[in-house]
């Protein structure tokens, strides 16, 4: 079956820490995008990649890295610089970098204590 | 700077009853409006609207755009417990084709039996 994985559902980690949140796509689709959603919010774009080994900050990207090595793999570090990174992490994929339909992974909400 | 509201940020309904979901928007060299449903985890697309005046139908959720006053609703008919969810509604933004969306904050739709 196509789609995004993304991995784990849930993760905690102590302030200070860096974490990495895992995003996988088998569509075969060129671009990639990494979202935040906090409660009572829509969602807020932290990076994204329109190609494999290019990526480009979005609204939101304090705190935060990527790397695009590979076309399928797209994953997010949430450094100790992320002030406020409790939160739910949506990775999202599209066929080409300009296609607006952006096909979604399940989530991993991420609790920092 | 470009933005998206939606309205209202949530709304009660009983099984049987029609809403009407709002989604204003403001942004800059406009492409595309979209709409999401968001059960839990993952957003899934439900229309793209491109043109002013033409409804996008699927099954008892419809659609329309109105680039004039800058804004889209989503009806649904008839509804369904089912239908609770998160409805998000995104537009393309930036000065180029970039596959970037800004979100609204969602409307949260609760449907009681």
């Known amino acids: 079956d196509g789609g995004i994985t993304q991995s784990p559902k849930y993760l905690f980690r102590k302030e200070g820490q860096n974490v990495t949140l895992s995003c996988e796509q088998n569509l075969n689709h060129d671009a990639m995008y990494w979202y935040r959603q906090d409660p009572g919010q829509g969602l807020r774009l932290i990076y994204y990649?329109?190609?494999?080994?290019?990526?480009q900050k979005g609204d939101i990207a304090e705190g935060y890295s990527v790397s695009r090595e590979k076309k399928e793999s797209f994953p997010l570090t949430v450094t100790s610089a992320q002030k406020n990174p409790t939160a739910f992490y949506l990775c999202?994929?599209?066929?080409?970098?300009?296609?607006?339909?952006?096909?979604f992974g399940p989530g991993t909400r991420l609790t920092v204590t | 700077e470009d933005k998206v509201v939606q309205s209202p940020l949530s709304l009660v309904v009983h099984e049987g009853d029609t809403v009407t979901l709002n989604c204003s928007y403001e942004?800059?060299?406009?492409?595309?409006l979209l709409w999401y449903k968001q059960e839990k985890k993952a957003p899934t697309f439900l229309f793209m609207l491109?043109?002013?005046?033409i409804e996008k139908k699927s099954g008892r959720l419809s659609s329309i755009l109105d680039k004039k006053e800058l804004f889209s609703i989503l009806n649904i008919t008839a509804t369904q417990t089912g239908d609770s969810a998160v409805y998000l509604c995104a537009v393309p933004h930036g000065s180029s084709n970039t596959g970037k969306l800004i979100f609204g904050q969602g409307t949260t739709l609760q449907v009681k039996p």
């Open positions: 999202a994929s599209s066929p080409t970098f300009d296609s607006y339909e952006q096909y």
């Open positions: 491109t043109s002013s005046g």
């Open positions: 990649s329109q190609i494999v080994n290019d990526f």
């Open positions: 942004v800059t060299n406009f492409r595309s």
